[in-house]
């Protein structure tokens, strides 16, 4: 019923920015929690930031708060990942998802939601 589709990814140095996008096939994203995971060779998926259907709450991992932010358009179906202050330990593949009925901390906490994205590749390197 739901499509996600991730853009934005790619080569980054050290230091640098990307903004990552994911733009969803529903008729209305009021009611889902949104988030973005990560995933980088031989490591477990980790959740790295959500954000509330409201926006009113947001959840970021420790390694990037501070450094990443996430916000939404329900008028465009689109979640977006502010990524500045990149480092090499970020690199792995970016998957945006959504979720009915849950929690930011509970969508990024076990991460079984209803819909995922592909999948858009991150690289930190100089």
């Known amino acids: 019923q739901v499509q996600l589709v991730e853009s934005g990814g790619g080569l980054v140095q050290p230091r640098g920015s990307l903004r990552l996008s994911c733009a969803a096939s529903?008729?209305?994203?009021?009611?889902?929690?949104l988030g973005w995971f990560r995933q980088a060779p031989g490591k477990e998926r980790e959740g790295v930031s959500c954000?509330?259907?409201?926006?009113?709450?947001?959840y970021y991992s420790d390694s990037v708060k501070g450094r990443f932010t996430i916000s939404r358009d329900d008028a465009k179906n689109t979640v977006y990942l502010q990524m500045n202050s990149l480092k090499p330990e970020d690199t792995a593949v970016y998957y945006c998802?959504?979720?009915?009925?849950?929690?930011?901390?509970?969508?990024?906490?076990?991460?079984?939601?209803?819909?995922w994205g592909q999948g858009t590749q991150v690289t930190v390197s100089s």
């Open positions: 954000v509330s259907s409201s926006a009113g709450s947001t």
């Open positions: 998802a959504a979720d009915l009925l849950s929690s930011v901390q509970t969508m990024c906490a076990i991460g079984d939601n209803d819909y």
């Open positions: 529903v008729f209305s994203l009021d009611y889902y929690t």
